[in-house]
């Protein structure tokens, strides 16, 4: 009997410790959250595709608001934005353990800016951004994590903090 115990615990410890790696080729998670931003708090929703064993290809959808007051005037302004990113997994490289994920890659965007007021003066205007992130995550389960990301040149410069869904 002990020995049925101890192979199972071993194998649930197994199989739960395999299945918290990065993105295996082929498939995908979703990552929804906040960020951080010198205009207003955006908002976004992503995925990323595993492309090879340390490779991931995502995309991205974001949304924020905010106001400007000038001359007794207020502004209201939205910005939209979609990006795509490619990042490095230091998983394997690094030998770290499951539930981490560490990674770093390049990002392109396109943003769209609009105002409450035509005669603005075009100090926020649409525009491609090239940047690149820093992140990591940490998977509470095999689906579930949480998700902190440092970059710039894009929507987010600053960061963002949200979770991630394995699907």
Request: charged share 15%; net charge negative; hydrophobic share 35%.
């Amino acid at each position: 009997m002990r020995k049925l115990i101890l192979t199972l615990s071993l194998a649930l410890i197994s199989a739960v410790g395999f299945s918290q790696n990065p993105l295996g080729v082929g498939q995908n998670q979703v990552n929804v959250g906040v960020g951080l931003s010198e205009h207003g708090v955006p908002i976004y929703v992503g995925i990323d595709h595993g492309i090879s064993r340390d490779l991931t290809l995502g995309g991205e959808l974001s949304y924020r608001s905010f106001n400007d007051n000038e001359n007794n005037f207020r502004y209201k302004h939205n910005v939209i934005g979609i990006s795509g990113n490619l990042n490095y997994h230091f998983n394997n490289a690094l030998n770290m353990s499951n539930e981490w994920d560490f990674y770093v890659g390049p990002n392109l965007g396109y943003y769209s800016y609009s105002s409450n007021y035509d005669g603005f003066d075009g100090r926020y205007n649409s525009e491609v951004g090239v940047g690149a992130q820093i992140g990591f995550r940490y998977y509470l389960s095999n689906s579930v994590g949480l998700n902190l990301e440092f970059g710039g040149g894009n929507a987010f410069s600053g960061g963002k903090f949200g979770l991630t869904f394995k699907l």
